[in-house]
């Protein structure tokens, strides 16, 4: 195999990789149902159930929690899950990021004036690890 041809598939991977879905899900897969409860507590579940699977999501923090929910209810019903248990929900920080800021310019005597600075920005993120839920007896 040539070394260029490894940097194609491993540069490719890479892209793949960073572009990947913000939603991630671990666990069995059922027919989907019409929607999916949403309870905070192992307890409050009113019927006899299985644990379906994990499903993890990080998104900037920017982003409408409402529409995280949402999407996190929807992913759980096309999983056939009736129920998601949030089992976490914080906020992140990391993922630094750091740029060179420069600027030029001709100074009053005819000389060149260059600025720099650097400017780092801290990304946050919403994350929101749940637990989706089958019930054992149809409902």
Same mark, same amino acid.
């Given at each position: 195999?040539? =070394?260029?041809?490894? +940097? %194609?598939?491993?540069? +490719?991977?890479?892209?793949?990789?960073?572009?990947?879905?913000?939603?991630?899900?671990?666990?069995? &897969?059922? *027919?989907?149902? *019409?929607?999916?409860?949403? $309870? $905070?507590?192992?307890?409050?579940?009113?019927?006899?159930?299985?644990?379906?699977?994990?499903?993890?999501?990080?998104? *900037?923090?920017?982003?409408?929690?409402?529409?995280?929910?949402?999407?996190?209810?929807?992913?759980?019903?096309? !999983?056939?899950? !009736?129920? %998601?248990?949030?089992?976490? =929900?914080?906020?992140?920080?990391?993922? $630094? &990021?750091?740029?060179?800021?420069?600027?030029?310019? %001709?100074?009053?005597?005819?000389?060149?004036?260059?600025? +720099?600075?650097?400017? &780092?920005?801290? !990304?946050?993120?919403?994350?929101?690890?749940? &637990?989706?839920?089958?019930?054992? %007896?149809?409902?």
């Amino acid at each position: 195999m040539s =070394f260029k041809f490894f +940097s %194609v598939v491993l540069g +490719s991977a890479i892209i793949l990789a960073a572009c990947g879905s913000p939603y991630r899900y671990l666990g069995k &897969t059922y *027919p989907s149902t *019409p929607s999916a409860e949403l $309870f $905070f507590r192992e307890a409050d579940i009113p019927y006899a159930f299985e644990i379906m699977g994990k499903l993890d999501v990080e998104m *900037p923090a920017n982003r409408s929690t409402v529409k995280i929910q949402k999407k996190v209810m929807q992913i759980a019903a096309d !999983n056939g899950a !009736n129920v %998601v248990l949030i089992d976490n =929900f914080d906020l992140s920080t990391g993922g $630094f &990021t750091s740029a060179a800021v420069g600027g030029g310019g %001709v100074g009053n005597n005819g000389g060149a004036a260059v600025a +720099s600075a650097r400017k &780092t920005r801290v !990304n946050k993120n919403i994350n929101v690890k749940a &637990t989706l839920v089958k019930y054992k %007896v149809a409902q």
